[in-house]
DNA sequence: CGTTAACCGAGACGGTACGTCTCGTCTTCAG
DNA sequence: CTGAAGACGAGACGTACCGTCTCGGTTAACG
């Protein structure tokens, strides 16, 4: 309305913050050529921090209703208006942090391809960081409704490039004739993914076993039918 | 601090009412004998209205936050204090309304193991109510942190009776020789559970096929495996 | 703009209630006849609390700019909300909470002018509550360019009041010709106001001696020249 | 942290810049034989501009909470920079400014007591500058309790010199016999001073009339009792 | 003429208060 | 007991300043 704000849309969370730039004669994404804006530059530091809380509070609180900004800021150690001269309000924030969660998933390249899915659904249940990522996946998924384009833009950028890794994995398989000609590649992975996902958050049934990842993928691969 | 709440435990949402009771004259599940307390009873289109507002709110919001008690006696076209005169809060009013859900599934015995399984897997994902009750687990699971009781509750009165039923069917199946005599049932049944629920919520590919009980279904009971 | 505030104009700090009406039947200060308004009625205790910490933030922080409504809410153990539903800003509030300063002064008759100017002097800087009062005073005071229209109240309601009785007690003393008959009453009450007031601030002089109030009249009435 | 501040305290407001030095040569207050430092000197007209600034603020705003860094840096038409590398906060500036008003008071040696006393009075709430110093004076005792140091400091070298101005009048007077013997200095200072300021503060009995000052000592020497 | 440092402008920082809003709870009324 | 109405305390919202801090670019004096 009468704001100055969105200087330049935060370029925040670079994750892999490309190639080898030589940080410090050219610093942070500005395009080359660009004068440097006047005025004090923006603190790198509360960016993080900011994101950081932001990506804390989704999986802690369990929705994007429990992250308020005043929580976000507080636990940052940030005043709110650093957030806001940022973001316009937080569902800007939260698909922004969201970023943050990005960063690739390197796809295994083992002996087999069981024990590459094997590897994978280990990675899914057991990481820190990966179980951190499977709670914002519970509360975005639960309010999709309510911030669709939330989703969408978790699914597009976190979720697909997960399903991405495996996908490529079942492919491989049929290519080497470890699975078979005709295998329905995406309802295998409704059903490892399904699996992977639904019991990391059933907390009544106990922690996930270290065997949980194996198991699923051999009944996978075996099937259920008698033989 | 000055109440007289809770005269009796609410005793809502019998779910299936149950034998042709004479409606009107003498009402709710009191045991015979016991004297009808004075003054006016409780309107048990209150209740009801109460009870499936909130759920549909649950649905629909996609969170506990979501479902606010001004929402809830909105809808339902009650005061509020109509609520509050039979919860004490919010977290027992959607303890309370889960019950609503928990009518009991059919489980259908057909020709085979695999055609039990397409049917239940079908009714999950089409079925109306069904899908509303999809809806509710997200929206618990979602939040399940802050509110663990609500989960617990919900697995036990609604997710297991359901998981149960496939269960039966496979041990069955498992029993007549139609599937493997070493089949790891949970495991099964997070496969199978885990495909459906999480296809159900992924609205960016579309709405869930016809054929999509039946592919899972096939592609468990053979496997991924070349043979 | 959107507000159903202002239901009625607070009607606080009704001081001196007004006779012996028979609070309960027909109770707080609604015209004889209105009907009650619908819904839970104000509370009493709010009133007074509020009104109170304004005072107490006025004298104690000394200045209009101390007095912040999130601090008066905090003090009054009272959410905002509670303030704003009674007055549309902070300076209404403080214009009507003066109103708490205003409880009527007794007008000594004692043997003599002079025992009755040392009795209300006596009275300005050592009573308590009178105390505040002269804190209030000067807060306000020191930003009465800003806030005109609470400077004229405060002077209308408080001061003048207790101006009026010195007043009252010069003009009865040149009837009784205890006081000069030419006498400025004016002129002598700025001097008898203007000492009190301005010595009970100086605190580097250290607290108002008790013999001060005596020390001022006595010198104001003799006279500082020789004769 | 890493601030090369307080190069030199201040120096700030020469008031009387002594003598007929020879300005712009060696210009202002370092001891003889130290070396000028090197860089760029501070600006003479930015250390007047912004003590004027503060100081017309503090009259006109009522109040230390009306003084803004921001403001004073606005008005002076100077960098907010340029404030904070010369005072560490704005208690300090507000401090150091008040030495602006310090300017010494002449003290008349008229025919009579009576004569100095008038033109003293007069003086204090007619003359232009005195004005000023006495919005201050009401700004800084409003506040008071929140900043004792600048009423301590404001007592110390604004009020007490002249007071004390009144005072040696007072003593003289005495010794001449022009008062009496047995005056009580102290108590006759607090009338006077006290009748003077209050009455310039009450806007609301309109401007100060041009024969205030003199009614005011005459009613103060004669006395009000009749004899 | 180059070094040095103060200058000004601009804007980010953490913080506090604003006035608005919605929520869960509580209280009173009329029926 | 019911519904309506509305007050209560709590606390988040997004905005506006404040005092402080940190930059870039400029300007004045010294050597």
Redesign the interface.
């Given at each position: 309305m009468s704001q100055t704000r969105e200087r330049l849309p935060a370029q925040v969370a670079a994750g892999s913050p490309g190639a080898g730039g030589s940080e410090g004669s050219m610093s942070s994404g500005r395009p080359a050529g660009a004068a440097r804006p006047p005025g004090r530059p923006r603190s790198e530091r509360a960016d993080k921090a900011i994101v950081e809380a932001t990506v804390d509070l989704l999986a802690?609180?369990?929705?994007?209703?429990?992250v308020s900004i005043e929580a976000v800021a507080a636990r940052a150690g940030v005043g709110k208006t650093t957030i806001y001269r940022r973001w316009p309000n937080k569902e800007a924030l939260i698909i922004d942090a969201l970023a943050a969660l990005k960063e690739p998933f390197p796809a295994p390249v083992g002996a087999s391809v069981r024990e590459d899915l094997i590897a994978i659904a280990q990675a899914f249940v057991s990481n820190k960081t990966d179980k951190k990522r499977l709670?914002c996946y519970?509360?975005?998924?639960?309010?999709?409704?309510?911030y669709?384009e939330l989703?969408?833009r978790f699914?597009?950028e976190v979720i697909e490039p997960r399903r991405d890794v495996i996908r490529t994995v079942?492919r491989r398989?049929v290519t080497a004739?470890?699975?078979?000609?005709d295998?329905?590649v995406e309802?295998?992975l409704?059903?490892?993914?399904?699996?992977?996902?639904?019991?990391a958050?059933?907390?009544?049934a106990g922690p996930v076993p270290d065997d949980?990842a194996a198991?699923?993928v051999d009944?996978?691969?075996?099937?259920?039918?008698?033989?």
């Open positions: 802690e609180e369990g929705g994007v209703a429990g709670d519970w509360s975005i998924m639960g309010g999709a409704e309510r669709p989703m969408a699914t597009r079942l398989g004739g470890e699975l078979r000609p295998l329905d309802t295998a409704w059903l490892i993914m399904g699996a992977l996902a639904q019991r958050r059933a907390f009544g949980f198991r699923v009944a996978l691969m075996t099937g259920i039918a008698a033989r």
